[in-house]
Nanobody, 120 residues
Framework: QVHLVESGGGLVQPGGSTRLSCVAS????????MGWFRQVPGDQRELVAH???????NYADSVKGRFTIVRDSAKNTVYLAMHNLKPEDTALYSC??????????????WGQGTQVTVSS
């Protein structure tokens, strides 16, 4: 079994910052791409940031210049640093990773999500 567990988030004031973490654990053979998605009730889940195994990144236009995705391969962890937060960033943020378990092929894994609420 492979698990993704997020932490961080919570209530943040507009203009503030926070950092999300996502740790992969379990029967991990290799971790490929990792990313963060977000969703608000009634809307589709959207990609926020993505990082490849070679460290290349891409971001949603709405977060470019404010969010930074980083991975620590030694710790099987991906982070999302969020700055200059806006009320429209309020959402449930979920971690995603493509992971091949030992003796298995690559597949998608999701964390349970962590809520980020931007409000004064």
């Amino acid at each position: 079994q492979v698990h993704l567990v997020e932490s961080g988030g919570g209530l943040v004031q507009p203009g503030g910052s926070t950092r999300l973490s996502c740790v992969a654990s379990g029967n991990i053979g290799r971790i490929f791409d990792m990313g963060w998605f977000r969703q608000v009730p009634g809307d589709q889940r959207e990609l926020v940031a993505h990082i490849s195994t070679d460290g290349s990144t891409n971001y949603a236009d709405s977060v470019k210049g404010r969010f930074t995705i980083v991975r620590d391969s030694a710790k099987n962890t991906v982070y999302l640093a969020m700055h200059n937060l806006k009320p429209e960033d309020t959402a449930l943020y979920s971690c995603n990773a493509i992971i091949a378990a030992n003796l298995g092929g690559p597949r998608d894994y999701w964390g349970q999500g962590t809520q980020v609420t931007v409000s004064s």
